[in-house]
């Protein structure tokens, strides 16, 4: 029984934290850590069987007991934890991203690459059934060769002003499963990018520096086009749509919903609204990538999300912020000239 430490019991651990226990065999959570844990935070914990609780992340890394850990406190932390984790020879999964600052994911990349542990990037979103089905048509070679890619992602609702000032900027908080998207379903890299937004749904986020709505388009090494389409704000809810065009047909999915039923009278024809936000969506999603980190561990094989595809779509992010404050179409190779890579 894989023995594991979750740091971090906000939302998104106490999510992974109730999917290992419930879903997610051969593994157990033993030890929860997280500065703010309070009696509720430890009453739950208690609820769920586990062990041991620390307010110190440290405590997790010291017991050797603990084979793995899931890094799922605040961004700001993601990078230097890896390597404490690193070093203490604990296997890793780091929630995305693993950085904002390129050159501390290298820190990270260069630890990993050499230290016999195994090492995944939470981008939830490729073990989701819909976007896996199109990877699926898309390797089969259905679509023939790719010649354009669109993905449509739209939250429910807009962050508060509080989290935008410390969020990275939208590219690096929201785009960036997007970024992972285009990579994912095409299996090739972006080599350039052009970027235009504004502040359309809440000139707040203007004012904090930021946008909330946003068109991107890549070029690809393969040939192919992208593009994004991000709001901050869709009133329907969730919109999560992908769709990869080629040169034999294409594959397109649409967003989930509470149902499929329909009603069609002489008013309208009705359906349901897609599911509100992303623990509805990907719930399912949360729990096949910790199996899959599970599995890659338990059989000593490769991890379906590495270090690197942490690094490119923070690389993507950042030539997306560049071409926004320059008006111009930015390279992906400028970027990593910059950090040397």
Same mark, same amino acid.
């Given at each position: 029984m894989l023995k594991i430490g979750i740091i971090g019991a906000g939302r998104i651990g106490k999510v992974h934290t109730e999917s290992i226990t419930k879903y997610v065999k051969g593994a157990e959570v033993t030890f929860i850590a997280d500065p703010f844990l309070d009696e509720a935070a430890k009453q739950w914990s208690t609820s769920l069987g586990i062990q041991y609780t620390s307010k110190d992340y440290h405590d997790i890394l010291a017991n050797s007991e603990i084979d793995a850990v899931l890094i799922c406190s605040s961004t700001d932390t993601h990078s230097q934890i890896s390597l404490e984790a690193i070093k203490a020879g604990k296997h890793v999964f780091c929630e995305k991203p693993v950085d904002h600052d390129v050159d501390k994911i290298k820190e990270v990349l260069k630890a990993v690459k050499n230290a016999g542990i195994k090492y995944q990037v939470g981008f939830n979103r490729r073990f989701d059934h819909n976007f896996k089905a199109v990877k699926e048509? /898309?390797?089969?070679?259905?679509?023939?060769?790719?010649?354009?890619?669109?993905?449509?992602?739209?939250?429910? !609702?807009?962050?508060?002003?509080?989290?935008?000032?410390?969020?990275g900027g939208m590219f690096l908080?929201? +785009? =960036?499963?997007?970024?992972?998207?285009?990579?994912?379903?095409?299996?090739? !890299? /972006?080599? !350039?990018?052009?970027?235009?937004?504004?502040?359309? /749904?809440?000139?707040?986020?203007?004012? *904090?520096g930021d946008i909330d709505t946003a068109i991107i388009t890549m070029k690809l090494?393969?040939?192919?086009?992208?593009v994004i389409d991000n709001s901050r704000r869709a009133v329907y809810g969730y919109d999560q749509r992908a769709e990869v065009f080629g040169s034999e047909g294409a594959v397109a999915v649409g967003n989930d919903k509470s149902s499929t039923?329909?009603?069609? +009278?002489?008013?309208?024809v009705i359906s349901e609204?897609?599911?509100?936000?992303?623990?509805?969506?990907?719930?399912?999603?949360? +729990?096949?990538? =910790?199996?899959?980190?599970?599995?890659?561990?338990?059989?000593? +094989?490769?991890v379906p999300v590495n270090i690197t595809?942490?690094? !490119?779509? /923070?690389?993507?992010?950042? *030539?997306?912020?560049?071409?926004?404050?320059?008006?111009?179409?930015?390279?992906? *190779?400028?970027?990593?000239?910059?950090?040397?890579?």
């Open positions: 048509a /898309v390797d089969a070679g259905k679509i023939g060769v790719q010649h354009i890619i669109k993905i449509t992602s739209r939250d429910p !609702e807009e962050p508060p002003i509080s989290y935008v000032k410390i969020s908080d929201m +785009t =960036i499963h997007d970024f992972d998207m285009v990579r994912y379903l095409s299996g090739s !890299e /972006v080599v !350039e990018v052009y970027a235009m937004g504004g502040a359309l /749904v809440d000139p707040g986020i203007g004012v *904090a090494n393969n040939g192919a086009m992208a039923a329909v009603l069609s +009278t002489k008013k309208g609204k897609p599911l509100y936000f992303f623990l509805e969506r990907y719930m399912q999603a949360y +729990t096949a990538e =910790i199996q899959e980190f599970v599995a890659a561990i338990v059989n000593n +094989t490769d595809d942490g690094l !490119e779509p /923070v690389i993507i992010g950042l *030539a997306a912020k560049k071409s926004l404050d320059e008006n111009r179409p930015v390279t992906t *190779a400028e970027i990593k000239n910059t950090f040397g890579l």
